[in-house]
């Protein structure tokens, strides 16, 4: 079965674990999607992640963050560009999200 947009996928994942309050949630992987974990990782939304050699195709493995409290740091996470309406927004046109409480990742041509 073939996924017209895989990093909204991940997204829903993550975003159905943080609301199901699981430890943890799997997907499938590409070196985007790795790349994106990573930034949550950095950014202290995550405690790890890992990539999983399984059969027939690797899959990465995300440990969600969770406070004493059963708080979760994401509270909101959603996908702005999608595959059948890009989004093309200026340097300077970027915004803080929440008021500087958050992080928004963004892809350009240089990486």
């Given at each position: 079965?073939?996924?017209?947009?895989?990093?909204?996928?991940?997204?829903?994942?993550?975003?159905?674990?943080?609301?199901?309050?699981?430890?943890?949630?799997?997907?499938?992987?590409?070196?985007?999607?790795?790349?994106?974990?990573?930034?949550?990782?950095?950014?202290?939304?995550?405690?790890?992640?890992?990539?999983?050699?399984?059969?027939?195709?690797?899959?990465?493995?995300?440990?969600?963050?969770?406070?004493?409290?059963?708080?979760?740091?994401?509270?909101?996470?959603?996908?702005?560009s999608?595959?059948?309406?890009?989004?093309?927004?200026?340097?300077?046109?970027?915004?803080?999200?929440?008021?500087g409480?958050?992080?928004?990742?963004?892809?350009?041509?240089?990486?």
């Amino acid at each position: 079965m073939s996924c017209s947009d895989p990093i909204a996928d991940m997204l829903t994942i993550i975003r159905n674990g943080v609301m199901r309050g699981q430890k943890r949630v799997d997907f499938p992987h590409s070196k985007i999607k790795e790349g994106v974990c990573q930034v949550l990782l950095d950014e202290g939304y995550v405690t790890r992640f890992e990539v999983l050699d399984t059969k027939p195709a690797r899959t990465v493995r995300v440990h969600l963050k969770w406070t004493e409290d059963g708080e979760n740091p994401i509270h909101e996470i959603r996908r702005i560009s999608k595959p059948g309406c890009r989004v093309y927004s200026g340097q300077k046109k970027l915004q803080p999200v929440i008021s500087g409480y958050g992080i928004t990742v963004v892809s350009t041509s240089r990486g």
